[in-house]
């Protein structure tokens, strides 16, 4: 049986175990417990308790009020019933620590440790291993070592920083601050609800992260990312992703891979890697760089409704769907790229040193070849209309070939069908 060693009725007791298995029992307020190296029981009475935990030993602590300290090495410790502004701070281990109010500091060491920090204002401080971790209310900073953690319920203003592993998180409310190492499985993470920052290492992730002024940056990986409602920065590495973002305003950069991009409903810019890709813009004033300017790829963009919308491109295959009064920019690079147009009135401009093209018109009958900076040498549309200049291919289309080399082929229309008003010379 535990011996009991009982304090003063008045409290401001010291209390000592020994190696044994004790009960060190305190009144009132300010008492201080040296436990020994045994499995010991502490009450620490109505608040501003200080135990100093033996380098040793599986203690149970019950703590009451405010302003208690908790101090101790190696072992599975429990620690509860503080009401706030509480430390406590123990080695390896498993423990389990429940901190209620405001203001608690909890710093644990390596082990599988579970954690509850109370309601706000409350800092957390774990080792490698894989803790669960409760933060409740406002303005809380979290920090993890290497391992699987969990970590839930701040509503807002808080913190987390982990090191590599496969993470849970699970954050509401405003300007939350999420950062975390690579990760061998698929990190789960949700952000809060608007104003939040994610940054994480390699690995795959699920991503939510709602409402405006979000900012999610991820290195190599598979990622999935939704819940952005406008005003988004997402930055992703290499690796097939999809990325949902609403609203307007969007910054979308992923790397190469088959990526699927939706940005939202308009004035957003979308760039993307090597792939074959999937971008899907609505709106007005979108901006879409596809293979980052020197990169090939297979890839579609709908446009929606919208119109006045950007694609820049580089020796790939491109199909515009949707849209009106659109723009594809052929960068410099040299290559080919083909384009298909299902859209409205698409412009296609080419310029010195841009990528041959292969052009399919699709239903546009309204489309525009811009030959700019002087590429072809004409100066005028009625140059084009000299003999051989818009020449049969000899497969039912028509080839243009300026005087860089460069050619634009017509897949499905011959000369006389084409004719020189769907060009223009910048």
């Not at 952000?191 to 190599?220: E, F, R, W």
């Not at 010195?352 to 590429?375: K, R, T």
């Amino acid at each position: 049986m535990a011996t009991t060693i009982t304090g003063g009725a008045y409290g401001g007791s010291v209390l000592t175990g020994s190696d044994g298995a004790e009960v060190l029992r305190g009144f009132n307020y300010f008492n201080t417990f040296n436990t020994g190296g045994g499995d010991d029981t502490v009450i620490g009475g109505l608040g501003s308790a200080t135990v100093f935990a033996g380098t040793s030993g599986n203690l149970r602590i019950t703590l009451g009020g405010y302003n208690n300290q908790v101090v101790g090495g190696s072992g599975n410790s429990s620690v509860s019933g503080s009401l706030g502004f509480t430390t406590v701070q123990l080695g390896d281990g498993s423990d389990t620590v429940s901190t209620g109010g405001y203001g608690n500091l909890v710093e644990l060491g390596n082990g599988t440790q579970f954690v509850d920090a109370g309601a706000g204002s409350d800092t957390v401080i774990v080792g490698d291993g894989g803790s669960s971790i409760r933060a409740g209310g406002y303005a809380n900073f979290i920090s993890g070592g290497d391992g699987n953690h969990t970590v839930d319920g701040a509503l807002g203003n808080t913190t987390v920083n982990l090191g590599n592993g496969t993470d849970s998180i699970n954050l509401a409310g405003y300007n939350n601050s999420i950062v975390v190492g690579n990760s061998s499985g698929t990190e789960m993470i949700f952000a809060g609800d608007g104003n939040d920052t994610v940054t994480m290492g390699n690995g795959d992730a699920s991503i939510t992260a709602l409402g405006y002024n979000d900012a999610i940056t991820a290195a190599n990986g598979q990622h999935t990312v939704t819940g952005p409602e406008g005003l988004a920065q997402i930055k992703l590495g290499n690796g097939s992703s999809s990325v949902s973002a609403g609203g307007y305003s969007n910054l979308v950069v992923v790397g190469d891979g088959n990526s699927t991009i939706t940005a939202g409903l308009g004035q957003s810019t979308v760039q993307v890697g090597n792939g074959d890709n999937q971008v899907n813009v609505d709106g007005y004033l979108n901006s879409v760089l596809l293979g980052r300017g020197v990169s090939s790829g297979n890839d579609t963009v709908s446009l929606g409704s919208g119109s006045d919308d950007t694609i820049s491109i580089s020796h790939m295959e491109l199909t515009v769907a949707g849209g009106s009064n659109s723009f594809v920019v052929l960068a410099p690079g040299g290559g080919i790229s083909q384009v298909t147009d299902n859209s409205n009135a698409l412009t296609v401009q080419i310029g010195p040193s841009s990528s041959s093209l292969i052009f399919n018109h699709g239903a546009d009958s309204n489309f525009v070849i811009d030959l700019q900076g002087g590429v072809g040498g004409f100066t005028s549309t009625a140059d084009l209309a000299a003999p051989g200049v818009l020449a049969d291919n000899g497969a039912g289309g028509t080839t243009l070939t300026l005087h860089d080399g460069t050619t634009v082929q017509f897949s499905n229309l011959t000369p006389a069908a084409l004719g020189t008003s769907h060009f223009r010379i910048g």
